[in-house]
């Protein structure tokens, strides 16, 4: 029933000490990987010269970037980079969204071991003020800053400008700027390949910022070997992109691990080919990833859960888009936030009504911490929470916490900690040197390790009602997800020191217009009425399989507003920051607790 596809080995074994902790790991040995990216650049320009690597759609048509060309222009843009002295804490950041430049820029910077930072957009262009984006300037203080419009980044540029005085300022317009075609039109020199040859495994190569959820942006040091690492352990994953070329039509942000390190990353990886989707899983940009994908097939497919949530409606009714979305699929895998099984399994409905066959939807675990892959559950059947088993080269550690185990890692592909935050790497390592995710963890079946790890909610999200039992907030949260799919889109779960469990409910516009026939902010008193026994129907059959107070939601109340990533509480990526949602809505909060 599920599609034939060759995933990687899935043996593991474990090893237990003295005090209960468990190590964790794969049979397969974690096979050779290149110094750095840029060396697989070099590899396919020679192998497949005219095949296309990147592509981006300009006035309704494609601009392609062939291995090649990317390959001279990146040596072109080094060159440049190089005619200045850059030392091993100075930084090239890159302020805006995914682009041609911004990939040239960023592996020229790889190519001769300039470090660079590529900055979330929304903290120039959604915040008011700028807080984010200043903290990250004045961490990194870099050289040279890239923003591909002059106009769109402004007010950004403008305070590079104030913080940095003596900045380096590039953009791909017009302007009073540096023109990145001087960049690409910069003599390939001898000095560049001198310095190129320099760059080891070791040397730093880009800094990542984690998304703010617990206060200010961290920035995570990725090193070049970590990279090149992790790509070798997911190629290990999954197989059928060494045997097929990958094709990939992505919108995901190359500022955030998964998009940047995990997506472009096995493109260039595995000589495949990146079209750059510039639509976004909101009301507005999804039309034109719905554009994208009427003309480009995917091998593999990477979202978000919002982003497929947003996509089936489309799929269900489109048959022509169905047909080239699943053409050649082998692959949906998503990151970033659980999936609600229901969108897991309509997926796996559409796939196989269009083809005769299901196509796995696959996940994992990791962080930004780990380049990001840490687990993958590479087999067809899974579900949603399920981790998987280590990848290659991963020792898995897992500490008891009660009934269930804290989650830490030591591999090739770990960080070696955040850019200038000795506080930060204090807390995030323990004395042996595991990085401590924060989530907490179990095995689907203590007698089978090879069944894989099932996630257990956020330690940090955890708390005590006032009767001292404890909530475990992403067990809660992911069934309330799943028995309210797609009408309640988000949840926030509250009670600390109350006397019960009660839930901030986030409704999803679409899903009700399609149910309810209305928005969702109509007044209207039928539709209140609907929407309200749709939900208390949903609370009831949630209580149903409770088993007591830890697991019981007594009350919810609706959010009027959406989650706003201006203020912290959504990352790009989706997922929810309750700690910051139950902080700036103590009113909705207040409310579930007055009598």
């Not at 290990?236 to 094709?247: D, I, N, R, Y």
């Not at 897992?398 to 269930?404: A, I, M, R, S, T």
């Not at 989530?439 to 257990?456: E, I």
């Amino acid at each position: 029933m599920y599609k034939k596809v060759d995933f990687g080995p899935t043996k593991t074994y474990v090893k237990q000490e003295q005090d209960g902790t468990l190590h964790y790991y794969n049979q397969q040995k974690l096979a050779k990987y290149p110094v750095k990216i840029t060396d697989k650049l070099a590899f396919w320009s020679e192998h497949q010269p005219e095949k296309t690597l990147l592509a981006s759609k300009e006035k309704g048509q494609w601009k392609a970037l062939s291995y090649e060309q990317a390959w001279m222009q990146t040596k072109a843009v080094a060159s440049y980079l190089t005619s200045f002295d850059f030392n091993k804490d100075d930084v090239i950041v890159i302020l805006s969204e995914n682009s041609i430049e911004h990939a040239l820029l960023a592996l020229a910077a790889l190519h001769v071991g300039v470090v660079y930072s590529p900055i979330s957009p929304a903290y120039s262009l959604v915040s008011d003020d700028l807080a984010k984006l200043k903290h990250c300037l004045q961490l990194l203080k870099p050289k040279i800053v890239f923003a591909q419009s002059s106009n769109t980044y402004s007010r950004a540029l403008a305070l590079c400008r104030k913080l940095l005085p003596d900045v380096i300022i590039i953009t791909a317009d017009k302007s009073v700027n540096t023109h990145f075609k001087e960049l690409l039109e910069t003599s390939i020199s001898i000095k560049m390949k001198s310095v190129a040859e320099k760059v080891t495994g070791d040397t730093n190569a880009k800094i990542l910022f984690t998304s703010g959820s617990t206060g200010l942006p961290k920035g995570v040091i990725n090193h070049h070997e970590m990279w090149c690492a992790n790509l070798q352990q997911i190629s290990q994953m999954f197989p059928f992109m060494q045997q097929e070329a990958p094709v990939f039509i992505d919108w995901l942000p190359w500022n955030h691990t998964f998009g940047g390190n995990h997506n472009l990353g096995l493109a260039l990886y595995h000589g495949g080919s990146f079209f750059i989707d510039k639509g976004k899983p909101n009301s507005v940009d999804i039309l034109k990833t719905i554009e994208n994908l009427h003309e480009i097939s995917p091998t593999s497919y990477f979202n978000v859960p919002k982003g497929f949530e947003m996509l089936i409606p489309y799929l269900e009714n489109d048959k022509i888009l169905r047909q080239k979305f699943f053409k050649n699929l082998k692959m949906m895998f998503y990151a970033g936030a659980s999936l609600a099984q229901p969108i897991w399994e309509k997926l796996e409905a559409l796939s196989l009504e269009t083809t005769g066959y299901k196509i796995p939807v696959i996940s994992g675990f990791g962080s930004t911490e780990s380049g990001p892959s840490a687990m993958f559950a590479n087999w067809s059947g899974g579900f949603s929470g399920l981790l998987g088993i280590p990848v290659a080269g991963m020792d898995m550690k897992l500490v008891p916490n009660g009934d269930k185990f804290q989650a830490g890692y030591k591999a090739p592909n770990l960080t070696k900690g955040y850019w200038k935050d000795s506080d930060a790497n204090k807390i995030a390592f323990d004395s042996e040197g595991y990085f401590l995710t924060g989530d907490a963890v179990r095995f689907l079946d203590n007698q089978q390790p090879d069944k894989g790890l099932v996630f257990d909610g956020r330690i940090t999200e955890d708390f005590k009602l006032a009767t001292g039992t404890w909530v475990n907030v992403g067990v809660i949260r992911s069934k309330a997800l799943q028995l309210g799919a797609p009408v309640i889109q988000d949840i926030v779960v509250t009670g600390m020191n109350e006397d019960y469990i009660a839930a901030i409910l986030f409704l999803n516009e679409q899903a009700c217009n399609s149910l309810f026939g209305k928005s969702i902010k109509s007044q209207n008193t039928n539709l209140i009425q609907e929407k309200r026994g749709f939900l208390d129907e949903w609370l009831h059959n949630f209580n149903k399989t409770s088993s007591g107070s830890s697991t019981y939601i007594k009350k919810y109340v609706i959010a009027e507003k959406p989650l706003s990533m201006t203020l912290g509480e959504l990352t790009d990526k989706g997922s929810v920051n309750q700690r910051v949602v139950l902080k700036n809505r103590e009113a909705l909060v207040k409310k579930l607790y007055t009598s």
